[in-house]
DNA sequence: AATTAATGTAAGTGTTCACTTGCATTCATT
DNA sequence: AATGAATGCAAGTGAACACTTACATTAATT
């Protein structure tokens, strides 16, 4: 389709840089054509339509399976350590594709779920592994036994809220003020779980 | 300028629940027209322009400033019945500015910023609140001392991610789960501070 | 009953948008 | 040097959009 692939990735650069800010109705073709520094008519030879384009941007930079392969083989049994590790990798997955998930929760009005889908629903998924290891944790007699889902809930949305947070705030969040509040939150749920 | 209120009232409404689906720039005066069982023109007679209307919805549905209120008079010094009637005072708020809150978390391309800003940056206000009561807390031993900047960020962020969450999702979320939740977390987060 | 304000109807304006077509140009491959 | 694929350029299409204008209709006020 594309001798040249630099070509067709520029384009797909800048109509995620876009995209993230505008919003995927509001973003033109025009827009993304200069943005890439190509004509208009080049966009429409590599990727047909608009909603192709966007749909070939969430397949080339999604991400894969990493956490489940994280909860599967990455931790200790150690609650205040593996929350540790688990409350980064999120952070780092997230941050990766920050402008993709701004894409989908700024949404669109005919563009078909299923592609902004994935992006946005994605603490359940983490949320039912987290609530599996804590209840295994219980077992054990490391952690409280109590509401294992609702606080791997708790954990889950608070990591969320961060991250939206700092995606619509207007100066980027530094990487210290995150790291510091991984540490503190972390060691705070701890303590909390801790029997 | 309206004679009759229900009108104009209609075509609010009728805005608010539109954009709150698809967002400003993608609904159009005419949806809003259909919805409202309104002639088009009859909304410019009434808002002029498209923004303005918008403007007035804002205006119309905001809320005041009951939070602050909240922590100068009715908080008790118990940290767990305190933490309570804050999580579900803020949930209260978010659930009737909920539409709200969603168009400016959707943006727009051509709308000023300052219309849609006091509605997502508002955990900053009451992360500040909520430090101030910790460490007034602290200095009179029922919370540990450490780092109530953060700890506050912490709580707040949890409940502003499960909003986000309950904003996003496909079937809303009941009541009983939010209840749960606020209770758990609750719970959590007092075990976390206390001494 | 007459007046007036609020709404409806119909038609249209200018603009912007996604997308197309035809042809000229560049550039790597042979 | 010749060929062919990828790109640029110019122009245009039809649809949708915010918004306007002129006039007819309804409903409340006097």
Redesign the pocket.
Known sequence: ????PT?GEKILLATINLMADKGYDS????EIALAA??????I???FG???KLLEAAFNRFHYGNEMTKLFNEGFTGNLHEDLLTLSRTYHNIMNRNRKLISISLKGSSTLPESVLQEASNNPKHLKNLLAQYLTTMSSQGKVITSNPEIQALSFMWMNFGAFISSLNAKEAVSEETLNEFIDESVRLFTKALSP
């Open positions: 389709m594309s001798a040249n070509t973003t033109t073709t025009k520094g190509v004509n208009e008519v080049t429409f030879r590599h339509t608009k909603e």
